[in-house]
């Protein structure tokens, strides 16, 4: 019988934050509107961070606010009515990466945990069992951690502190995403959570002497993306994750759409219920597999657990991209009839694949289409356009609707 380990998801707005629970999340992790590492999602004001918090404690489930930006003099005057307002909110932890940071939580939100964010770049024992002296209840490893040296982490601090490690994202090309690139070229502070994300784009090799002239740094036609790395994809190792002692596995992606939080919790969740059930030797299901073939994302890799590294996508900068996201199940009126909101275009006639909240994809096909008016339309142009849906079977509320490419 294993322990499992915690699903916890990202979400940058509430539709985000109700496809992570609706989809098998155990924590949810967001920011609110300052001190937090992602300036670009929507992020919670005071009264969505407060709906969150009961939201997802009328389920039995936990939020983890961030407050892991590097903050400048300037910024600490704010820093105390914010930890207060975390804590009358309800939130379950704060993840901090700033020691100075740590000890305001304490006392301005002293009800609150405190986990140790990436960004503080924990490597080793020492290092974790000094913050857990000084009230950290978790780390959040650096990323460029092999699962040996974890596990051997795991023997060495209490077992009351615990692991937090990524499994499934975007990498970044820095350490632990401290990265200054995008401050140097574009002025914003990507410790700061306002990160341009250079490190995706194209570059050329210029001659001072040659105004003009550029050179291209590349072995194909496709040009040279220096510093672009795969994205990291766990799902088929959750038996070399468990076993080195992870207390919660954590996905990336606060800046990305509801339909990814949805799809990679849920492929999570079943694969961590599937070797909680099965146990050793462990089958991955082929179609958990699938499921993040079905979103948009970059090569995938293993990232640094086994002791290589990820490596870049030099040939392009792009996404892979199979699926469209295509709607959303509002309502199940009946067996065959479907309320959707639109998110993009698809036709009668289209055969679509369908992802329940909590459970296994099902092909259905769009038999016809009504809009707002009662009028038959051939298609869903309009996004975020509600329609009702004419189909071969039923569609539980909540569920995704993709449309693959050809």
């Not at 704010?78 to 304490?106: H, M, S, W, Y």
């Not at 970044?172 to 990507?190: K, M």
């Not at 341009?196 to 001659?207: D, I, N, S, T, V």
């Not at 759409?257 to 999570?268: L, P």
């Amino acid at each position: 019988m294993i322990t499992k380990p915690e699903i916890l998801s990202p979400a940058g707005d509430f539709e985000s934050l109700k496809a992570a629970l609706s989809f098998g999340a155990d924590a949810v992790f967001l920011a609110g509107k300052s001190f937090g590492m992602r300036s670009s999602p929507r992020n919670f004001d005071e009264e969505e961070l407060r709906q969150a918090c009961a939201l997802a404690h009328s389920m039995n489930k936990k939020i983890h606010l961030t407050c892991n930006i590097l903050p400048h003099n300037g910024e600490l005057g704010a820093l105390p009515g914010f930890l207060e307002t975390a804590q009358d909110c309800g939130v379950d932890a704060l993840i901090i990466a700033d020691l100075g940071v740590f000890e305001a939580a304490k006392k301005y939100a002293p009800n609150v945990a405190r986990h140790i964010s990436t960004q503080a770049g924990v490597t080793n024992y020492a290092a974790a069992n000094v913050l857990y002296n000084m009230g950290a209840s978790r780390v959040v490893l650096a990323r460029e951690i092999p699962l040996d040296e974890i596990a051997e982490m795991r023997a060495k601090v209490p077992k009351e502190l615990e692991i937090e490690c990524f499994v499934h994202g975007a990498m970044c090309v820095s350490f632990s995403g401290r990265c200054l690139i995008s401050s140097y070229l574009t002025g914003r502070d990507a410790n700061h959570g306002d990160c341009a994300q250079p490190c995706r784009w194209k570059y050329h090799l210029f001659e001072e002497k040659r105004d003009g002239q550029f050179f291209p740094v590349e072995e194909e036609n496709g040009g040279t993306y220096l510093y672009n790395s795969r994205d990291l994809c766990m799902i088929e190792h959750i038996p070399e994750l468990v076993k080195a002692g992870i207390s919660s596995f954590k996905i990336e992606g606060r800046a990305k759409s509801a339909y990814y939080t949805a799809v990679t919790t849920n492929a999570y969740r079943k694969a961590v219920d599937a070797y909680a059930e099965q146990g050793d030797p462990f089958t991955l299901p082929a179609w958990i597999k699938e499921e993040l073939e079905k979103i948009s994302h970059r090569e995938y890799n293993t990232g640094f657990y086994f002791g290589t590294e990820p490596g870049q996508v030099t040939g392009d900068g792009g996404y892979i991209r199979h699926y469209d996201n295509a709607a959303v199940c509002e309502e199940c009126v009946d067996e065959h009839t479907a309320v959707i909101s639109q998110r993009n275009k698809f036709w009668v006639g289209d055969t679509l694949d369908a992802l329940p909240p909590g459970g296994i994809p099902f092909l259905v096909k769009c038999l016809s289409l009504k809009n707002g008016e009662g009028e038959s339309v051939d298609s869903a142009p309009h996004p975020m356009e509600i329609l009702t849906m004419q189909t071969d079977r039923a569609i539980p509320a909540g569920s995704v609707l993709r449309r693959k490419r050809v």
